[in-house]
């Protein structure tokens, strides 16, 4: 074994339960999709935007033939395929925008769906599962869904987000839905000038902290506010991610962020600060080996911090990132290790998880 395939191992495989994992759910794992529900809420993908990993999820699995099977008695895994995005709008546009509405939907589906088929009650929902990405699904999926198998973008532990049963889906800001993978990349390690670099709105109390202590104070910290939206500030933008040490994934209104899948697309090291996020894929990826997490209290700290790092452990960790990259990238065909794969072996490790604890 070569010393990156050995890196890989010790990346992705913390330990061999997981490496076995991912293996038998290529040769086992078999899914059943409802066929109940409406468009636009069920079965019609986004493709782009903020909210895009829960639209290509659905996509790929609704298109799968390896997992998918007919017969539901085959299936270990039931997939309610909603977009909480396509919820969210389509239910505002009709001027009703509480979370109470929004769960309220959500609970007929289930009823729909237990008062049709046995398999939700012979769990109680827990081998069924969602994938959504906007802010309010964790909310407005406890209470109807709360036995479910829940990958969400707002991976939160201090709302209701539960070790070992959720899952936390990347956020991934996809811009080319033609090519996903595309401007992926960055400059080499020695060739990054700038230490740290932040843009982006001041959604929630964090990031006024984090600009009013690095804004305009060190050469080598480009501390920004919000970037206009034309094309030469978003080449701007991507130029300072692929030319920066480290990317700070600063939270906002809540704790998950794209800059962390950003960051890797670009090949910076993370830094993420936000204190109750879990990050995606942690029974698998070893984080440490590849990211920084930093205290949301440490932040006047943040530089002294960044420059305590040894050049060796930084060029480690850099390679770190490389090494995961293909685990955090869409595929329109998928591939193993990638994203959509990733994504439901977190699942299906989850769902082992509770079989074995029970
Ligand atoms: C929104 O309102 C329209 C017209 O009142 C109705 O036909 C439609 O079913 C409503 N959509 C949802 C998701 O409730
Ligand atoms: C599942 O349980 C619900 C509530 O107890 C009941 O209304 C429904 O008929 C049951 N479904 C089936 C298929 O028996």
Redesign the pocket.
């Known amino acids: 074994m070569n010393g990156a395939n050995v890196l890989f191992e010790f990346i992705l495989c913390s330990y061999f339960v997981v490496c076995r994992s991912y293996e038998l759910m290529e040769k086992m794992l078999k899914v059943y999709v409802y066929r109940e529900g409406e468009r636009p809420?069920f079965h019609q993908p986004k493709m782009r935007g903020i909210y895009s990993s829960e639209g290509w999820f659905m996509k790929l699995m609704e298109g799968n033939k390896k997992f998918v099977v007919r017969d539901p008695r085959k299936a270990h895994l039931f997939y309610m395929p909603f977009s909480s995005q396509m919820l969210r709008n389509?239910?505002e546009n009709?001027n009703s925008q509480s979370h109470r509405d929004l769960e309220g939907?959500l609970q007929n589906y289930v009823d729909l769906i237990s008062g049709k088929y046995r398999f939700w009650n012979r769990s109680r929902g827990v081998d069924h599962f969602l994938v959504a990405c906007h802010d309010w699904a964790s909310k407005i999926t406890r209470q109807p869904m709360g036995n479910c198998i829940r990958a969400l973008c707002n991976a939160n532990v201090a709302r209701g987000f539960k070790i070992g049963k959720d899952t936390t889906l990347p956020v991934t800001y996809v811009r080319s839905v033609e090519d996903p993978a595309r401007d992926i990349g960055g400059k080499p390690p020695l060739e990054r000038s700038v230490l740290a670099f932040f843009a982006g709105s001041m959604h929630g109390y964090l990031r006024p902290i984090l600009r009013h202590y690095w804004e305009n104070k060190e050469a080598d910290m480009k501390i920004l506010g919000p970037m206009p939206r034309d094309i030469d500030s978003k080449r701007a933008y991507r130029e300072y991610m692929k030319s920066s040490r480290y990317c700070i994934c600063a939270r906002g209104y809540e704790v998950h962020t794209p800059r962390i899948v950003e960051a890797i697309f670009y090949e910076c090291v993370p830094v993420i600060i936000s204190d109750n996020y879990v990050p995606p894929f942690f029974e698998v990826l070893n984080w440490e080996a590849f990211s920084l997490f930093v205290k949301e209290s440490d932040i006047p700290k943040l530089r002294d911090i960044l420059l305590s790092i040894p050049e060796e452990e930084y060029l480690r960790m850099q390679m770190g990132v490389r090494m995961v990259q293909k685990h955090f990238i869409w595929h329109k065909r998928p591939a193993k290790y990638d994203l959509f794969h990733m994504v439901l072996h977190s699942i299906w490790h989850n769902r082992i998880f509770q079989l074995k604890t029970r």
Do not use: G, K
């Open positions: 809420i389509t239910l009709n939907y």
